[in-house]
């Protein structure tokens, strides 16, 4: 058997594997929808990284979709110590991240590139480092535990392959505002950095725990336009917790952010 020979057999057996797990948990409502969606995702050049980090036993699993987005795909990953992990497979055939371009100009730790494929590994390392600048400064998110590529490896949030609720979907009390001024806080004084996408979407509430995620947009504080991305993920939050009858006193903003 030839090189080639071994190679497409290696994306027949995973691409069967791929549809098996799509047709059994009916995580997309048309075949047609289905086909499309997965040959945006699991083009040629993911699937040989797919295969890579199974081979590095970065993980052996890859299981249903836990959450779709127009930029990338989460699945529901095991460890060969049977431990759930979040496959983010970020979509490298998508304009998509050409509108997140202005998270990536002017920002001092990353050089500007050309390509969208290349964009998108960028985006990936960026959010991994991001998990990492976010944990040490105390903030807690999703452990990063590899990047490859497109392909990023982090800590699951849920249980048995059900994502942990976000605020969005569950109750939510002053408690939780007050924990998440304190969460930005210590993302921008310790970890230099903005998230610069925040709002009800992309922050769980698991276990007594608020949880942000989806770190990619994060950027540094030197960043020109960091301060009115801060003041935007305050408002959205903001926002929110009004929406949801909890009434904001601005004094708490100045009393956790500037203190």
């Known amino acids: ?60 699993t890859l299981n249903g979709v836990v959450k779709t987005g127009k930029e990338a795909r989460i699945y529901w990953g095991l460890t060969n110590n049977e431990e759930s992990i979040a496959v983010k497979i970020y979509l490298t055939f998508t304009a998509e991240f050409r509108n997140r371009l202005k998270y990536i100009d002017g920002d001092p730790r990353f050089r500007a590139v050309k390509g969208i494929s290349k964009i998108v590994e960028l985006w990936a390392r960026k959010e991994f480092r991001n998990l990492n600048s976010a944990i040490k400064a105390g903030v807690r998110v999703p452990k990063p535990i590899f990047v490859k590529k497109n392909i990023l490896g982090m800590e699951f949030i849920g249980k048995d392959g059900v994502s942990a609720p976000t605020l969005k979907e569950i109750e939510v009390t002053k408690s939780d505002y007050l924990k998440i001024l304190t969460l930005i806080r210590k993302l921008y004084v310790k970890g230099k950095l903005v998230h610069a996408d925040l709002s009800e979407y992309n922050i769980f509430k698991w276990k007594g725990e608020i949880i942000l995620f989806d770190m990619g947009s994060a950027v540094n504080i030197k960043h020109p336009n960091s301060t009115t991305y801060l003041q935007r993920d305050i408002n959205n939050i903001n926002q929110f917790f009004e929406k949801r009858g909890i009434k904001i006193n601005n004094n708490w903003v100045n009393k956790v952010i500037n203190k």
């Open 1 to 60: 058997m030839t090189a080639q020979e071994k190679e497409d057999k290696v994306f027949n057996k995973l691409q069967r594997k791929i549809d098996k797990y799509e047709r059994e948990n009916r995580f997309l409502r048309k075949r047609s929808e289905d086909q499309q969606a997965i040959e945006e995702v699991f083009d040629k050049r993911t699937k040989m990284t797919l295969y890579n980090l199974m081979k590095d036993k970065s993980f052996q």
